[in-house]
């Protein structure tokens, strides 16, 4: 049993009701985190079983995945959990959460639907479109709204502590990323659905669907939040410095000569 305050030095076992995630001092449960929703990390707790290094599913989906013939239920089966839990910082205790996820077992037990979930949120190849890097290049973006709306400066500008705590003061005040999320969170079943179900020959589709979704929902996160903001010419330069590094992702892209051809 546990004990409040006690210090256990050691796992005495696995919660199978909980997902485990591993990092170099062990292998500890997914926590839920304030300004993170769950499905974000659904590679987590949908990992395949053949990835045990990376943490495990919970014990329960993983005996579910197992016994499917048995119980009369195909791969493609869904399942809806209720995950409860809290946000706490030491002995103080932020937020009570509840979150409702989808389940697919299926994603457990085919490691190339795995693979694609992964390439969908946070791919291993840096030159793959997903949707952490997608929101990385869109925090850059109203970084570079917000260098030259408020600094005067471009986007790239090496900037003192006290300027880089006033373009960040407005970054978070935009609140651009958390619009982006939440569009995604609203679609993301939809995807996952699909993910699971879906031929396996055609999951390049999937993942092509997804890459287009999440720049229109990242070009849609970025025109929300700043086109009030555009009223004079130098709120419109910025906003069209965030578009560009949004795009292409820098401010100065670099094209390459084409050939002349001589006759």
Same mark, same amino acid.
Request: proline share 3%; net charge neutral; glycine share 6%.
């Given at each position: 049993?546990?004990?409040?305050?006690?210090?256990?030095?050691?796992?005495?076992?696995?919660?199978?009701?909980?997902?485990?995630?591993?990092?170099?001092?062990?292998?500890?449960?997914?926590?839920?985190?304030?300004?993170?929703?769950?499905?974000?990390?659904?590679?987590?707790?949908?990992?395949?079983?053949?990835?045990?290094?990376?943490?495990?599913?919970?014990?329960?989906?993983?005996?579910?995945?197992?016994?499917?013939?048995?119980?009369?239920?195909?791969?493609?089966?869904?399942?809806?959990?209720?995950?409860?839990?809290?946000?706490?910082?030491q002995a103080k205790v932020e937020?009570?959460?509840?979150?409702?996820?989808?389940?697919?077992?299926?994603?457990?037990?085919?490691?190339?639907?795995?693979?694609?979930?992964?390439?969908?949120?946070?791919?291993?190849?840096?030159?793959?479109?997903?949707?952490?890097?997608?929101?990385?290049?869109?925090?850059?973006?109203?970084?570079?709204?917000?260098?030259?709306?408020?600094?005067?400066?471009?986007?790239?500008?090496?900037?003192?502590?006290?300027?880089?705590?006033?373009? %960040? =003061?407005?970054?978070?005040?935009?609140? @651009? /990323? *958390?619009?982006?999320? +939440?569009? #995604? &969170?609203?679609?993301?079943?939809?995807?996952?659905?699909?993910?699971?179900?879906?031929?396996?020959?055609?999951?390049?589709?999937?993942?092509?669907?997804?890459?287009?979704?999440?720049?229109?929902?990242?070009?849609?996160?970025?025109?929300?939040?700043?086109q009030s903001l555009a009223t %004079? =010419?130098?709120?419109?330069?910025?906003? @069209? /410095? *965030?578009?560009?590094? +949004?795009? #292409? &992702?820098?401010?100065?892209?670099?094209?390459?000569?084409?050939?002349?051809?001589?006759?």
């Amino acid at each position: 049993r546990y004990g409040q305050g006690s210090k256990v030095e050691e796992l005495l076992f696995h919660d199978p009701h909980l997902a485990y995630r591993s990092s170099k001092d062990g292998e500890f449960p997914l926590r839920l985190q304030a300004g993170r929703a769950l499905w974000r990390d659904s590679t987590t707790y949908l990992l395949h079983r053949g990835h045990t290094t990376g943490g495990h599913a919970p014990r329960t989906l993983r005996w579910l995945a197992n016994h499917l013939d048995a119980l009369g239920l195909t791969r493609d089966v869904a399942f809806t959990a209720d995950v409860f839990g809290l946000v706490n910082d030491q002995a103080k205790v932020e937020l009570w959460r509840q979150e409702r996820v989808s389940l697919y077992p299926d994603i457990v037990l085919d490691e190339s639907r795995w693979l694609t979930l992964r390439e969908l949120l946070d791919g291993e190849q840096a030159s793959q479109d997903d949707a952490k890097k997608r929101a990385g290049r869109l925090r850059e973006a109203a970084r570079a709204f917000a260098t030259r709306a408020r600094l005067h400066k471009p986007w790239g500008t090496r900037l003192g502590d006290v300027e880089r705590a006033d373009r %960040d =003061a407005l970054v978070q005040m935009l609140d @651009a /990323e *958390a619009r982006y999320w +939440l569009a #995604l &969170g609203e679609q993301f079943d939809h995807y996952l659905a699909r993910l699971a179900t879906t031929p396996l020959d055609e999951l390049p589709h999937v993942r092509q669907d997804w890459q287009a979704f999440i720049r229109a929902a990242a070009e849609r996160a970025l025109h929300d939040a700043l086109q009030s903001l555009a009223t %004079d =010419a130098r709120t419109w330069q910025a906003l @069209a /410095e *965030a578009e560009t590094v +949004l795009r #292409l &992702g820098t401010l100065y892209p670099k094209f390459t000569k084409s050939p002349v051809s001589e006759s």
